[in-house]
């Protein structure tokens, strides 16, 4: 199970962190991400992180977010700076124990239940 937090409204520039909340086994969190979804649009890969902290980043986020984990706490972290108005979107943790990246939707086995960020200019 997954629990997302962290969301909220925030200028334009500004910064949230997002968190997610792992729980069951950490086998089944081997590879952790998420996904954000603007209304009216398709569900869209955001970031990931497997194995020894290996991390990537979709394009329009690149050098404005950040994920990381804690394995101990079995939590992943979204640090989201610059914020601009086409971040808004709800953003879904994801996770499972596959040991490769993918950022297709369908391939991630467990799905938590969202948060919304809001970006106002």
């Known amino acids: 199970q997954l629990q997302a937090s962290g969301g909220g409204l925030v200028q334009t520039g500004g910064s949230l962190t997002l968190s997610c909340a792992a729980s069951?086994?950490?086998?089944?969190?081997?590879?952790m991400g998420w996904f954000r979804q603007a209304q009216g649009k398709e569900r869209e890969f955001v970031a990931a992180t497997w194995g020894n902290g290996r991390t990537i980043y979709a394009d329009p986020v690149k050098g404005r977010f950040t994920i990381s984990r804690d394995i101990v706490k079995n939590m992943v972290y979204l640090q989201m700076n610059s914020l601009d108005v086409e971040d808004t979107a709800v953003y879904y943790c994801v996770a499972d124990g596959a040991t490769w990246f993918t950022r297709r939707a369908d391939e991630y086995d467990y799905w938590g239940q969202g948060t919304e960020v809001t970006v106002s200019s």
């Open positions: 069951g086994r950490t086998s089944d969190t081997y590879r």
